[in-house]
Protein backbone atom coordinates (compact mmCIF):
# COMPACT_ATOMS: atom_id res chain seq x y z
CA UNK A 1 0.00 0.00 0.00
CA UNK A 2 1.19 3.35 -0.86
CA UNK A 3 1.53 5.98 2.05
CA UNK A 4 -1.66 7.42 0.99
CA UNK A 5 -3.75 4.48 0.55
CA UNK A 6 -6.71 4.49 3.27
CA UNK A 7 -6.21 0.93 5.00
CA UNK A 8 -9.48 1.31 6.70
CA UNK A 9 -11.16 0.53 3.22
CA UNK A 10 -9.00 -2.63 2.49
CA UNK A 11 -9.89 -3.90 6.43
CA UNK A 12 -13.06 -3.95 5.67
CA UNK A 13 -12.88 -5.45 2.38
CA UNK A 14 -11.43 -7.93 4.41
CA UNK A 15 -13.65 -8.55 7.00
CA UNK A 16 -16.65 -8.71 4.19
CA UNK A 17 -14.98 -11.13 2.52
CA UNK A 18 -14.07 -13.28 5.79
CA UNK A 19 -17.74 -13.28 6.25
CA UNK A 20 -19.17 -14.62 3.24
CA UNK A 21 -16.14 -17.11 3.30
CA UNK A 22 -17.41 -17.95 6.51
CA UNK A 23 -20.79 -18.42 5.17
CA UNK A 24 -19.84 -20.92 2.82
CA UNK A 25 -17.77 -23.03 5.06
CA UNK A 26 -21.18 -22.76 7.56
CA UNK A 27 -23.17 -24.33 4.50
CA UNK A 28 -20.55 -26.98 3.28
CA UNK A 29 -20.52 -28.16 6.91
CA UNK A 30 -24.58 -28.32 6.80
CA UNK A 31 -24.71 -29.84 3.71
CA UNK A 32 -22.44 -32.42 4.77
CA UNK A 33 -24.43 -33.55 7.42
CA UNK A 34 -27.50 -33.45 5.68
CA UNK A 35 -26.13 -35.53 2.89
CA UNK A 36 -25.08 -38.17 5.61
CA UNK A 37 -27.85 -38.86 7.05
CA UNK A 38 -30.15 -39.06 3.92
CA UNK A 39 -27.37 -41.66 2.95
CA UNK A 40 -27.89 -43.41 6.44
CA UNK A 41 -31.85 -43.01 6.18
CA UNK A 42 -32.77 -44.04 2.36
CA UNK A 43 -29.69 -46.73 2.88
CA UNK A 44 -28.02 -45.38 -0.70
CA UNK A 45 -25.80 -42.11 -1.41
CA UNK A 46 -27.71 -39.44 -2.90
CA UNK A 47 -26.46 -38.28 -6.19
CA UNK A 48 -24.62 -34.76 -6.78
CA UNK A 49 -26.08 -32.81 -3.99
CA UNK A 50 -27.46 -29.50 -4.80
CA UNK A 51 -30.46 -27.42 -3.48
CA UNK A 52 -33.51 -29.66 -4.36
CA UNK A 53 -31.72 -32.49 -2.06
CA UNK A 54 -30.41 -29.86 0.55
CA UNK A 55 -34.46 -28.68 0.85
CA UNK A 56 -35.67 -32.50 0.20
CA UNK A 57 -33.36 -32.90 3.55
CA UNK A 58 -34.54 -29.97 5.24
CA UNK A 59 -38.22 -31.09 4.14
CA UNK A 60 -37.52 -34.95 5.53
CA UNK A 61 -36.10 -33.11 9.21
CA UNK A 62 -39.26 -30.62 9.53
CA UNK A 63 -42.04 -32.47 8.32
CA UNK A 64 -44.71 -34.36 10.90
CA UNK A 65 -46.89 -35.86 8.23
CA UNK A 66 -46.50 -38.43 4.97
CA UNK A 67 -43.22 -38.77 5.95
CA UNK A 68 -43.32 -42.23 4.96
CA UNK A 69 -44.51 -41.10 1.53
CA UNK A 70 -41.13 -38.30 1.65
CA UNK A 71 -38.91 -41.13 2.30
CA UNK A 72 -39.82 -42.80 -0.87
CA UNK A 73 -40.13 -40.09 -3.08
CA UNK A 74 -36.51 -39.62 -1.98
CA UNK A 75 -35.12 -42.80 -2.43
CA UNK A 76 -36.41 -42.61 -5.93
CA UNK A 77 -35.03 -39.52 -7.02
CA UNK A 78 -31.70 -40.92 -5.89
CA UNK A 79 -32.38 -44.08 -7.75
CA UNK A 80 -33.02 -41.89 -10.55
CA UNK A 81 -36.35 -43.13 -10.72
CA UNK A 82 -38.71 -39.43 -9.24
CA UNK A 83 -40.29 -39.66 -12.33
CA UNK A 84 -41.85 -42.81 -12.65
CA UNK A 85 -43.80 -42.78 -9.29
CA UNK A 86 -46.36 -40.56 -11.32
CA UNK A 87 -47.65 -44.01 -12.69
CA UNK A 88 -46.05 -46.55 -10.61
CA UNK A 89 -47.52 -45.80 -7.19
CA UNK A 90 -50.98 -47.74 -6.74
CA UNK A 91 -53.12 -44.84 -5.73
CA UNK A 92 -51.79 -43.38 -9.02
CA UNK A 93 -51.94 -45.94 -11.02
CA UNK A 94 -55.58 -46.80 -10.12
CA UNK A 95 -56.57 -43.26 -10.82
CA UNK A 96 -54.80 -43.24 -13.86
CA UNK A 97 -56.74 -46.37 -15.11
CA UNK A 98 -59.97 -44.17 -13.99
CA UNK A 99 -59.39 -40.88 -15.69
CA UNK A 100 -58.52 -42.88 -18.95
CA UNK A 101 -62.20 -43.03 -19.68
CA UNK A 102 -62.36 -38.99 -18.91
CA UNK A 103 -59.42 -37.61 -20.71
CA UNK A 104 -56.08 -37.70 -22.73
CA UNK A 105 -53.80 -39.68 -20.05
CA UNK A 106 -50.87 -39.75 -22.50
CA UNK A 107 -51.28 -35.91 -22.95
CA UNK A 108 -52.23 -35.29 -19.41
CA UNK A 109 -48.57 -36.76 -18.10
CA UNK A 110 -46.71 -35.08 -21.16
CA UNK A 111 -47.28 -31.09 -20.00
CA UNK A 112 -46.14 -28.27 -22.17
CA UNK A 113 -43.64 -26.07 -22.21
CA UNK A 114 -44.12 -22.08 -22.56
CA UNK A 115 -42.11 -18.94 -22.65
CA UNK A 116 -42.42 -15.64 -20.93
CA UNK A 117 -40.82 -12.98 -20.84
CA UNK A 118 -39.48 -11.17 -17.87
CA UNK A 119 -36.74 -8.55 -17.15
CA UNK A 120 -34.99 -8.73 -20.89
CA UNK A 121 -35.41 -12.60 -20.47
CA UNK A 122 -36.88 -15.73 -21.76
CA UNK A 123 -38.31 -17.86 -18.88
CA UNK A 124 -40.04 -20.79 -19.11
CA UNK A 125 -43.45 -21.34 -17.50
CA UNK A 126 -44.50 -25.32 -17.23
CA UNK A 127 -45.14 -28.66 -15.11
CA UNK A 128 -42.67 -29.56 -12.84
CA UNK A 129 -42.21 -33.34 -13.81
CA UNK A 130 -39.13 -34.09 -11.20
CA UNK A 131 -40.83 -34.74 -7.75
CA UNK A 132 -37.96 -33.63 -5.78
CA UNK A 133 -38.34 -30.12 -7.46
CA UNK A 134 -41.67 -30.07 -6.54
CA UNK A 135 -41.39 -30.64 -3.32
CA UNK A 136 -40.12 -26.77 -3.13
CA UNK A 137 -43.38 -25.02 -4.07
CA UNK A 138 -43.54 -23.13 -1.17
CA UNK A 139 -39.92 -21.66 -1.55
CA UNK A 140 -39.48 -18.39 -2.22
CA UNK A 141 -43.02 -17.54 -1.11
CA UNK A 142 -43.24 -17.75 2.26
CA UNK A 143 -46.38 -19.45 2.07
CA UNK A 144 -47.94 -22.10 4.59
CA UNK A 145 -46.01 -24.73 2.27
CA UNK A 146 -42.38 -23.28 3.15
CA UNK A 147 -40.01 -26.07 4.28
CA UNK A 148 -38.45 -25.73 7.56
CA UNK A 149 -41.88 -23.75 9.43
CA UNK A 150 -44.77 -23.97 6.65
CA UNK A 151 -47.85 -25.12 8.63
CA UNK A 152 -48.69 -27.27 5.48
CA UNK A 153 -45.77 -28.36 4.12
CA UNK A 154 -47.36 -31.98 4.40
CA UNK A 155 -49.23 -31.01 1.68
CA UNK A 156 -46.53 -30.33 -0.89
CA UNK A 157 -45.43 -33.75 -0.35
CA UNK A 158 -48.87 -34.84 -1.90
CA UNK A 159 -48.75 -32.34 -4.69
CA UNK A 160 -45.47 -33.81 -5.62
CA UNK A 161 -46.68 -37.31 -5.64
CA UNK A 162 -50.21 -36.77 -7.02
CA UNK A 163 -51.43 -37.95 -10.58
CA UNK A 164 -54.01 -35.97 -10.53
CA UNK A 165 -52.01 -32.73 -9.51
CA UNK A 166 -49.50 -30.32 -11.53
CA UNK A 167 -46.49 -28.07 -9.48
CA UNK A 168 -46.31 -24.97 -12.39
CA UNK A 169 -43.39 -22.83 -12.27
CA UNK A 170 -41.93 -20.05 -13.73
CA UNK A 171 -38.19 -20.11 -14.11
CA UNK A 172 -35.51 -17.63 -15.18
CA UNK A 173 -32.63 -18.48 -17.38
CA UNK A 174 -30.76 -19.80 -14.32
CA UNK A 175 -33.52 -21.97 -13.14
CA UNK A 176 -34.58 -20.08 -10.25
CA UNK A 177 -38.26 -20.18 -9.85
CA UNK A 178 -40.02 -16.87 -10.10
CA UNK A 179 -44.00 -18.25 -9.50
CA UNK A 180 -45.62 -21.52 -9.31
CA UNK A 181 -49.74 -22.48 -9.47
CA UNK A 182 -50.92 -25.61 -8.18
CA UNK A 183 -52.98 -27.61 -11.27
CA UNK A 184 -55.39 -30.12 -10.20
CA UNK A 185 -58.11 -32.23 -12.08
CA UNK A 186 -61.49 -32.30 -9.79
CA UNK A 187 -63.73 -35.19 -8.74
CA UNK A 188 -65.94 -34.15 -11.45
CA UNK A 189 -63.15 -34.15 -14.08
CA UNK A 190 -62.54 -30.56 -14.70
CA UNK A 191 -59.02 -28.65 -14.70
CA UNK A 192 -58.96 -26.61 -11.64
CA UNK A 193 -56.54 -24.02 -10.56
CA UNK A 194 -55.16 -22.56 -7.20
CA UNK A 195 -53.32 -18.92 -6.46
CA UNK A 196 -50.39 -18.09 -8.00
CA UNK A 197 -47.66 -17.50 -5.92
CA UNK A 198 -45.13 -14.94 -6.88
CA UNK A 199 -41.84 -13.23 -5.92
CA UNK A 200 -41.39 -10.83 -8.81
CA UNK A 201 -44.46 -8.87 -8.20
CA UNK A 202 -47.85 -8.90 -10.67
CA UNK A 203 -47.01 -8.14 -13.95
CA UNK A 204 -49.98 -7.39 -15.95
CA UNK A 205 -49.37 -10.82 -18.28
CA UNK A 206 -48.22 -13.06 -15.60
CA UNK A 207 -51.92 -14.43 -14.44
CA UNK A 208 -52.80 -14.44 -18.21
CA UNK A 209 -50.07 -17.20 -18.59
CA UNK A 210 -50.64 -18.89 -16.66
CA UNK A 211 -54.23 -19.59 -17.04
CA UNK A 212 -53.29 -19.73 -20.72
CA UNK A 213 -50.90 -22.49 -20.04
CA UNK A 214 -53.55 -23.89 -17.92
CA UNK A 215 -55.98 -23.86 -21.42
CA UNK A 216 -53.43 -25.33 -23.32
CA UNK A 217 -52.79 -28.58 -21.33
CA UNK A 218 -56.99 -28.59 -20.74
CA UNK A 219 -57.31 -28.65 -24.16
CA UNK A 220 -54.50 -31.24 -25.13
CA UNK A 221 -56.04 -33.56 -22.61
CA UNK A 222 -59.91 -32.92 -23.50
CA UNK A 223 -60.85 -31.57 -20.36
CA UNK A 224 -62.92 -28.42 -19.20
CA UNK A 225 -61.28 -25.78 -17.04
CA UNK A 226 -63.67 -25.58 -13.71
CA UNK A 227 -63.77 -22.72 -10.88
CA UNK A 228 -65.12 -24.66 -8.12
CA UNK A 229 -64.20 -28.19 -6.56
CA UNK A 230 -62.05 -30.42 -5.42
CA UNK A 231 -59.25 -32.90 -6.32
CA UNK A 232 -58.97 -36.96 -4.67
CA UNK A 233 -56.01 -36.64 -2.80
CA UNK A 234 -54.14 -40.19 -3.75
CA UNK A 235 -50.88 -40.23 -1.71
CA UNK A 236 -51.02 -39.04 1.83
CA UNK A 237 -53.06 -37.31 4.15
CA UNK A 238 -54.30 -33.88 5.45
CA UNK A 239 -53.99 -32.25 2.08
CA UNK A 240 -54.44 -28.72 2.20
CA UNK A 241 -56.69 -27.31 -0.18
CA UNK A 242 -55.34 -23.82 -0.67
CA UNK A 243 -59.14 -22.56 -2.54
CA UNK A 244 -59.41 -22.58 -6.00
CA UNK A 245 -59.68 -19.56 -7.85
CA UNK A 246 -61.83 -18.86 -11.49
CA UNK A 247 -60.22 -18.61 -14.84
CA UNK A 248 -59.99 -15.59 -16.26
CA UNK A 249 -62.22 -14.66 -19.24
CA UNK A 250 -60.57 -16.65 -22.75
CA UNK A 251 -61.21 -13.13 -24.60
CA UNK A 252 -58.96 -11.30 -22.14
CA UNK A 253 -56.44 -9.61 -23.16
CA UNK A 254 -55.97 -5.53 -22.32
CA UNK A 255 -54.26 -4.68 -19.34
CA UNK A 256 -56.84 -4.31 -16.67
CA UNK A 257 -57.37 -8.06 -17.25
CA UNK A 258 -54.54 -8.79 -15.84
CA UNK A 259 -55.45 -6.31 -12.73
CA UNK A 260 -58.64 -8.08 -12.48
CA UNK A 261 -57.49 -11.33 -12.25
CA UNK A 262 -55.42 -10.16 -9.19
CA UNK A 263 -58.55 -8.86 -7.65
CA UNK A 264 -60.02 -12.25 -8.09
CA UNK A 265 -57.23 -14.28 -6.46
CA UNK A 266 -57.61 -11.48 -3.81
CA UNK A 267 -61.45 -11.70 -2.90
CA UNK A 268 -61.31 -7.82 -3.63
CA UNK A 269 -63.87 -5.88 -6.01
CA UNK A 270 -62.45 -4.29 -9.21
CA UNK A 271 -61.11 -0.78 -8.51
CA UNK A 272 -62.52 1.61 -10.30
CA UNK A 273 -59.70 3.45 -11.57
CA UNK A 274 -56.38 1.10 -12.16
CA UNK A 275 -53.66 1.58 -9.82
CA UNK A 276 -50.57 1.37 -11.22
CA UNK A 277 -48.72 0.00 -8.36
CA UNK A 278 -51.43 -2.64 -8.03
Request: aromatic share 6%.
Amino acid sequence: LSASADPSRTRRRLREECARLERRWRIAQADGELRKMLTRVLGTPTPPWDEAWRDGARLYLAVDHNHAELKLLLRAAAAGRGEALRCELPGNAQWLQRAADHLDVDAWLAPPTHAYAHAGATCTLGAERDPLQALRMGLPFDSCLALDDGCNRHSAIINALDANKWVVYLRDPKQRILARQLLAISGDWRLLGYRVYTSIGMPADLLPAFANYARALADAAGLQLGDHGAPETLNGILWYDDGTHPWPRADAGDRDDGVRAYCEHLGLALPQATDEEL
